[in-house]
């Protein structure tokens, strides 16, 4: 077979037909789109027609050619006339067409310029605070009638979010609070060592567990268990419209579904610190008794000692705005999920994320309210 080659005639003035001649398969290399392009730049052709009556053979890369030839070509307005080609070219032609092009498929997208992005940035920081306000307030009327015992959700399913927010809970914040108190004793007393004063890693990890550390590190683990637990049950909800259907029947979705769970969690949170203040603790006690041969009443009495009712209130409230926030996020979120097949995928994420970085905002914001403070 000839290779791929295109030859030129204009019976009008105003067109221009385009003979294709040879191989026009991948295997083949075609020649230049702009050869074409120029050819009706030159002759001022208003249309473009094609004649393969020649053409020995083609595949797919005669369509590509053809959709190149048609986007060269389109700022200037020239036709083309597609009834000389092949009739699968013209068929396959029709079927790219009426696919619709997804926005984000085109390779190569030039990149927003830093100030936009910025813009873009920001707009989508205010209308997500602007939500969360929303769904704040969404949330504070149940509340309110939970508190005055009107609410309209079923008690067994705020036992069982009890049940999945507490006791299924405990191993996980029992292994990572006890390695945490393990890593805290190890650098501490790697630290204190140097000026004799290993007795004092009782007193680093007490304070540390107990007034801080073991309800972030609960919280973390919490937005990672629970709070994506959350997002993708909603979600996986508003997917199967279980939430439309719950708004044609005139319940609130905030009420029945959003309520039990957030206050499951703010209940449990405290106990959960509770429990990981206790196993940091015995974790740094491992460390200071096992390895460094510290004695276990002077350890124990020294945590005792160093730790006051402020830091463990301290703690307590941190876990429990730690579980008001990781509802509120892992409701909002779900509630807010797309329908499609990676809706929930994306929810669950921005869930997560949500949650850690609301953490964190809100332990700095403890902190700094007790050092003004001075408790």
């Given at each position: 077979?000839?290779e791929?080659?295109i030859?030129?005639?204009?019976?009008?003035?105003?067109?221009?037909i385009?003979?294709?001649?040879g191989?026009?398969?991948?295997?083949?290399e075609?020649?230049?789109?702009?050869?074409i392009v120029?050819?009706?730049?030159?002759?001022?052709?208003a249309?473009?027609?094609?004649?393969?009556?020649?053409?020995?053979?083609?595949?797919?890369?005669?369509l590509?050619?053809?959709?190149?030839?048609?986007n060269?070509?389109?700022?200037?307005?020239?036709?083309?006339d597609?009834?000389?080609?092949p009739a699968?070219?013209?068929?396959?032609?029709?079927?790219?067409?009426?696919?619709?092009?997804?926005?984000?498929?085109?390779?190569?997208?030039?990149?927003?310029?830093?100030?936009?992005?910025?813009?873009?940035d920001?707009?989508?920081f205010?209308?997500?605070?602007?939500?969360?306000?929303?769904?704040?307030?969404?949330?504070?009327?149940?509340?309110?009638?939970?508190?005055?015992?009107?609410?309209?959700?079923?008690?067994?399913?705020?036992?069982?979010f009890?049940q999945?927010?507490?006791?299924?809970?405990?191993?996980?914040?029992?292994?990572?609070?006890?390695?945490?108190?393990?890593i805290?004793?190890?650098?501490?007393?790697?630290?204190?060592?140097?000026f004799?004063?290993?007795?004092?890693?009782?007193?680093?990890?007490?304070?540390?567990?107990?007034?801080?550390m073991?309800?972030?590190?609960t919280?973390?683990?919490?937005?990672?268990?629970?709070?994506a637990?959350?997002?993708a049950?909603?979600g996986?909800?508003?997917?199967?419209?279980?939430?439309?259907?719950?708004?044609?029947?005139?319940?609130?979705?905030?009420?029945?579904?959003?309520?039990?769970?957030?206050?499951?969690?703010?209940?449990?949170?405290?106990?959960?610190?509770?429990?990981?203040?206790?196993?940091?603790?015995?974790?740094?006690?491992?460390?200071?008794?096992?390895v460094?041969?510290?004695?276990?009443?002077?350890?124990?009495?020294r945590?005792?000692?160093?730790?006051?009712?402020?830091?463990?209130?301290?703690?307590?409230f941190?876990?429990?705005?730690?579980?008001v926030?990781?509802?509120?996020?892992?409701?909002?979120?779900?509630?807010?999920?797309?329908?499609?097949?990676?809706?929930?995928?994306?929810?669950?994420?921005?869930?997560?994320v949500?949650?850690?970085?609301?953490?964190?905002?809100?332990?700095a914001?403890?902190?700094?309210?007790?050092?003004?403070?001075?408790?």
């Amino acid at each position: 077979m000839s290779e791929a080659a295109i030859e030129f005639s204009s019976p009008a003035d105003n067109s221009l037909i385009v003979r294709l001649l040879g191989d026009w398969s991948l295997e083949g290399e075609a020649p230049p789109v702009g050869e074409i392009v120029e050819k009706v730049r030159d002759s001022s052709a208003a249309e473009v027609s094609f004649d393969t009556s020649q053409l020995q053979s083609w595949d797919s890369s005669l369509l590509a050619y053809i959709i190149e030839l048609e986007n060269q070509l389109q700022p200037s307005s020239t036709a083309l006339d597609f009834t000389g080609l092949p009739a699968g070219v013209q068929q396959l032609y029709s079927l790219s067409k009426e696919v619709p092009k997804k926005e984000d498929a085109e390779r190569g997208k030039t990149t927003p310029p830093f100030l936009e992005r910025i813009g873009n940035d920001t707009l989508h920081f205010l209308n997500s605070a602007q939500e969360l306000l929303s769904f704040i307030g969404e949330v504070t009327l149940p509340v309110w009638r939970f508190c005055c015992g009107r609410v309209i959700f079923r008690w067994g399913d705020f036992g069982a979010f009890l049940q999945e927010t507490g006791v299924y809970a405990v191993p996980i914040v029992s292994l990572i609070s006890f390695l945490f108190g393990v890593i805290l004793a190890f650098v501490g007393i790697m630290q204190l060592k140097l000026f004799g004063a290993q007795v004092y890693v009782a007193d680093l990890v007490g304070i540390a567990t107990v007034r801080i550390m073991g309800a972030v590190m609960t919280g973390i683990i919490m937005a990672g268990r629970t709070g994506a637990a959350f997002a993708a049950q909603l979600g996986t909800m508003v997917v199967n419209e279980e939430i439309d259907a719950l708004k044609t029947l005139g319940i609130s979705p905030v009420e029945f579904l959003v309520l039990p769970r957030m206050i499951a969690l703010t209940m449990m949170m405290p106990l959960l610190t509770l429990f990981a203040n206790l196993m940091g603790v015995i974790g740094g006690g491992v460390v200071a008794v096992g390895v460094y041969d510290i004695n276990t009443v002077v350890y124990f009495s020294r945590v005792s000692e160093a730790v006051s009712v402020n830091d463990l209130f301290i703690g307590l409230f941190s876990g429990t705005t730690f579980g008001v926030l990781i509802s509120l996020a892992g409701c909002l979120r779900g509630l807010e999920c797309g329908r499609d097949a990676s809706a929930v995928g994306d929810a669950t994420t921005s869930a997560v994320v949500t949650s850690i970085v609301a953490i964190i905002v809100d332990t700095a914001i403890i902190i700094i309210a007790c050092s003004i403070l001075g408790i």
